[in-house]
């Protein structure tokens, strides 16, 4: 079965520190990932995906096909990137599933 | 200024009673959904629509029924059969794509209360 997999419900680092968010993934044929983000009181919606390989707000990921794995990364947190975070693979659904992770809850401490 | 909306952003509804939640899209997308956010346990995928008059189940389907009657519209009613209906719901919409992937543009989220 086609699904991602999010290992950490919270994560919590010091303004400046580096952050890693954790993504695993299960896909039969080339994936193509992405990361979506919630801002609190905000829609959710895509930060970036993998196949364009850009730097969004600080943020890259990479895909890695031997660890099966696609973390997003950011070497100096700030405040403003206290958020929910969701790893997905693309639409559409694969047997009616969600094709999103279950999130990881990031906060940034001053 | 396109995009989704959802309506009404906040609903109280009493125990027992069916409730309507809207969804609109103006990007032109063929496919729409509709998703479940509770804390801790991610987005569960209620019900797509890949094409106006036709709709699938996702993970948890039951309590909750779909129509596609316009391709801009998705509305999903909670039932009595819900369960557990209190939750915050979110409506999606894509481009349909049989090869290769796609991304999902979200609208604000309906947060139900049932008491």
């Known amino acids: 079965a086609q699904r991602v997999t999010q290992p950490e419900k919270l994560l919590s680092v010091f303004k400046g520190a580096p952050v890693e968010l954790k993504c695993n993934y299960s896909?039969?044929?080339?994936?193509?990932l992405f990361w979506y983000v919630q801002y609190s009181r905000q829609r959710l919606q895509l930060l970036l995906r993998h196949i364009s390989r850009e730097s969004i707000k600080g943020f890259t990921a990479d895909l890695n096909k031997g660890e099966t794995s696609f973390h997003l990364k950011k070497p100096f947190a700030q405040e403003e990137d206290s958020a929910m975070y969701y790893c997905?693979?693309?639409?559409?659904?694969?047997?009616?599933?969600?094709?999103f992770g279950d999130g990881t809850t990031l906060t940034v401490k001053p | 200024d396109g995009g989704i909306t959802q309506s009404p952003k906040y609903l109280f509804r009493k125990e027992g009673q069916n409730v309507t939640l809207s969804c609109e899209q103006n990007l032109n997308h063929d496919a729409m959904y509709w998703y479940r956010q509770d804390p801790g346990q991610g987005l569960r995928l209620i019900y797509y629509s890949q094409i106006v008059n036709d709709f699938q189940k996702g993970d948890i389907a039951e309590g909750y029924s779909v129509s596609r009657e316009k391709k801009e519209s998705f509305p999903l009613t909670v039932t009595s059969a819900q369960k557990n209906p209190t939750a915050f719901y979110l409506c999606a919409s894509s481009i349909w794509a049989n090869r290769g992937g796609t991304e999902a543009f979200f609208g604000q989220g309906t947060r139900l209360t049932v008491v």
């Open positions: 896909y039969s044929g080339s994936p193509e």
């Open positions: 997905a693979l693309p639409l559409p659904p694969d047997a009616g599933k969600s094709t």
